[in-house]
RNA sequence: GACCCCUUCGUCUAGAGGUUAGGACACCACUCUUUCACAGUGGAGACACGGGUUCAAUUCCCGUAGGGGUCGCCA
């Protein structure tokens, strides 16, 4: 059987990188076994979910490289999770709770104030008829409860092994709000069943979830030993706090902005907790082929934005002009251009900025005037190609007696104004003899 | 308060009851007749702490500390 996988992002926000590597993940994994992927938007809570980051998420996996096989609004399908709802209902699983959001909060303090665990008392299964019917006369509107069988839940997880949990240590599940509405723990086990999802992938902050969606998804009938989950350890920051602390850094907008590639990012996230060498690949499919479960630690990673840079800049170095030159915005920039300054820029923007030292007038810094006139004497004729460079500095080298940094150096900077940058053997014909004879007598230009 | 997970160079990790504790990125130096980068060579750099088991523990056990997660009518 092929591989079903799926992301579900709750449309209520931007795509960070939190979210971005496991939908990674997610995507690899299926390409990597040619199975499908799912974009599945959870949108269930109608007060946060908005179109525009549905949009955004959309936009971003895009950019990611990141295609979908299918996608899915779980607020198009509740029919269907009132028909799940109503099997566990016959089947005695989901009951009726009248407690008010208050008087949960109130018993949790107390209970934790007392040093017990924060669990629902079933309160609502010990109602009485009569009860029920004096409480929905006095306008209360019931919530629904899965109730959780006892015993020990296990499944097999691909990232933290054999895993048991003891669903006493958690309250019942709501199911359904006091308004009708669905939360996410019901819709998402039925569409993981719908759509045939066979691995959940997810953040480790999901587990206890899992545990309530695996008995959810028996009660409907459903065969959990056939999923596989890979439970993967959240993202930390720098200084390994949570993630959810400095979103800000964590945007794939603001890193977008920021002039970073999407494999830049997607190289990182794919290998980060994981004994994959971090390296640069140009597409999903080479990543994919090195994506592995076995391989993913269950220490939290930390991600740290300053280690993209590197990436960054050995991903351009290898990047062919026609992949580009579109989004270089110097439309008169040719590939020769490109090759001799792609080594030297961290971001694509920075390409920019060589254009302009090559082909826009130059406030040269003061040099040797000396040394300069005489490499002006023996500056070859027009035309000039890869080659010209090595024979003006042989020439020069002979004229002057000088080698090594001190004949270079004072070229670099009469040429370009700084101490570093492209080879000049590269640089000389996009600066031109023109302006190269006038940026060695001190002119702008 | 309960439950789950984690702790090896700066970072991501490999690792086995006895190893010179390995690699990648970053860093430093040298080389490649200038710079940046690439490449190559070399270098510095780690087993959280305390007990226990053992001839031997970084590895197994317990505890402590630290970190992450969960305990929502959020997802």
């Not at 955004?56 to 096989?69: C, F, K, P, R």
């Not at 008829?129 to 959780?148: I, N, P, T, V, Y």
Request: proline letters at 6%; one cysteine or more.
């Amino acid at each position: 059987m092929s591989i079903i996988t799926r992301f579900a992002p709750s449309p209520t926000g931007h795509l960070h990188v939190g979210n971005a590597r496991i939908a990674i993940a997610n995507a690899l994994l299926s390409l990597r076994d040619g199975g499908r992927f799912v974009l599945r938007y959870d949108d269930t809570d109608v007060e946060r979910s908005r179109d525009e980051y549905a949009d955004s998420i959309a936009d971003d996996l895009t950019w990611l490289g990141i295609e979908w096989d299918e996608v899915v609004r779980q607020s198009a399908r509740l029919d269907e999770y009132r028909g799940a709802a109503s099997k566990l209902e016959k089947l005695g699983r989901l009951y009726k709770c009248y407690e008010t959001r208050e008087e949960l909060e109130l018993k949790r303090k107390h209970l934790l104030s007392s040093k017990q665990p924060p669990i629902y008392d079933r309160g609502a299964l010990a109602l009485s008829d009569g009860e029920r019917a004096s409480l929905e006369a006095e306008g209360r509107r019931a919530h629904w409860r899965f109730k959780l069988a006892p015993g020990e839940i296990t499944w097999a997880d691909l990232v933290r092994g054999p895993q048991h949990y003891d669903p006493a240590n958690v309250s019942d599940p709501v199911l359904i709000r006091e308004d009708g509405t669905f939360l996410y723990t019901l819709p998402s086990v039925v569409d993981d069943m719908a759509f045939g999802v066979t691995h959940i992938v997810r953040g480790e902050d999901h587990v206890t979830n899992t545990a309530v969606q695996l008995q959810i998804m028996e009660a409907l009938g459903g065969t959990p030993a056939s999923l596989s989950f890979a439970h993967l350890p959240l993202l930390v920051g720098p200084e390994g706090e949570p993630l959810s602390k400095r979103l800000g850094t964590a945007s794939l907008r603001e890193m977008r902005d920021d002039g970073l590639e999407p494999m830049a990012l997607a190289s990182m996230l794919a290998a980060l907790g994981t004994s994959e060498a971090v390296a640069v690949c140009h597409d999903l499919v080479a990543l994919a082929t090195t994506f592995n479960f076995a391989h993913v630690s269950r220490n939290s990673p930390r991600f740290d934005p300053n280690n993209l840079w590197p990436l960054n800049a050995q991903l351009l170095q290898e990047t062919p002009f026609a992949a580009v030159a579109d989004r270089l915005g110097l439309p008169d920039a040719d590939e020769a251009f490109w090759i001799a300054v792609r080594g030297n820029i961290d971001r694509l923007a920075g390409a920019r900025e060589w254009w302009v030292i090559c082909h826009e007038p130059l406030t040269p810094v003061p040099g040797e005037m000396d040394f300069l006139t005489a490499a002006a004497e023996v500056l070859p004729p027009a035309p000039w190609d890869g080659e010209t460079f090595r024979a003006w500095v042989a020439a020069v080298k002979a004229e002057t007696g000088r080698k090594g940094k001190a004949l270079f150096m004072p070229l670099r900077v009469a040429l370009t104004g700084r101490d570093h940058g492209p080879e000049l053997h590269n640089l000389l014909p996009l600066i031109g003899r023109e302006r190269v004879l006038k940026r060695l007598s001190g002119d702008v230009a």
